[in-house]
T-cell receptor, first 113, second 115 residues
Framework: GENVEQHPSTLSVQEGDSAVIKCTYS??????FPWYKQELGKGPQLIID?????GEKKDQRIAVTLNKTAKHFSLHITETQPEDSAVYFC????????????FGSGTQLTVLP | NAGVTQTPKFQVLKTGQSMTLQCAQD?????MSWYRQDPGMGLRLIHY???????DQGEVPNGYNVSRSTTEDFPLRLLSAAPSQTSVYFC??????????????FGPGTRLTVL
């Protein structure tokens, strides 16, 4: 089955700096890669996703890049703010209507004021 | 819409007890799933359902049962709780299909402790 590895497990940045979280996946057939943000005591919430036919996607301060050849994808957050502090999860999914997600182990991002 | 709701929010059980975690969604989503979240391990799929009357196992199904009698509800049953089932449980739902329907919506979670 699919395996997703995520690094780093913790990341601290100064407010205004950029943050990058990286993930690798094992199954080259995976074609959907979402990123979720989980705030303390809440369920994960989708913040951005990318499909394998696209190399990069951007939404305001958040961007995701995908390298299919190397089987890795990354989340980029620019101009970080204290409210960006949360746990971020990457995931990968094989084709199919059920879209079962395989998650990475998570990154605790702390934005220092 | 209330989205995905889960009850209870917290639960403490003794080893060997049984209980049902409730999950409901009001978005008419065909696909529903249960995940458990443990420190350093992300979220792991327990069971999922692609529609009423259809369920299947995920990555870590042992010790859990599910059923799907309606589109709205997808309860998770622990038949004989074990300390290894101490975790935070999340229910999620999505529309069936691919493309713009890929977004999974998560509930707020149930924190379960088994003593």
């Amino acid at each position: 089955g699919e395996n997703v590895e995520q690094h780093p497990s913790t990341l601290s940045v100064q407010e205004g700096d950029s943050a990058v979280i990286k993930c690798t996946y094992s199954d080259s057939a995976s074609n959907y890669f979402p990123w979720y943000k989980q705030e303390l005591g809440k369920g994960p919430q989708l913040i951005i996703d990318i499909r394998s036919n696209v190399g990069e996607k951007k939404d305001q301060r958040i961007a995701v890049t995908l390298n299919k050849t190397a089987k890795h994808f990354s989340l980029h957050i620019t101009e970080t703010q204290p409210e960006d502090s949360a746990v971020y999860f990457c995931a990968a999914s094989l084709p199919g209507s059920a879209r079962q997600l395989t998650f990475g182990s998570g990154t605790q991002l702390t934005v220092l004021p | 819409n209330a989205g995905v709701t889960q009850t209870p929010k917290f639960q403490v059980l003794k080893t060997g007890q049984s209980m049902t975690l409730q999950c409901a969604q009001d978005m008419n989503h065909e696909y529903m799933s249960w995940y458990r979240q443990d420190p350093g391990m992300g979220l792991r799929l327990i069971h999922y359902s692609v529609g009423a009357g259809i369920t299947d196992q995920g990555e870590v199904p042992n010790g859990y049962n599910v059923s799907r009698s309606t589109t709205e509800d997808f309860p998770l049953r622990l038949l004989s709780a074990a300390p290894s089932q101490t975790s935070v449980y999340f229910c999620a739902s999505k529309l069936r299909g691919q493309g713009t329907t890929d977004t999974q919506y998560f509930g707020p979670g149930t924190r379960l402790t088994v003593l």
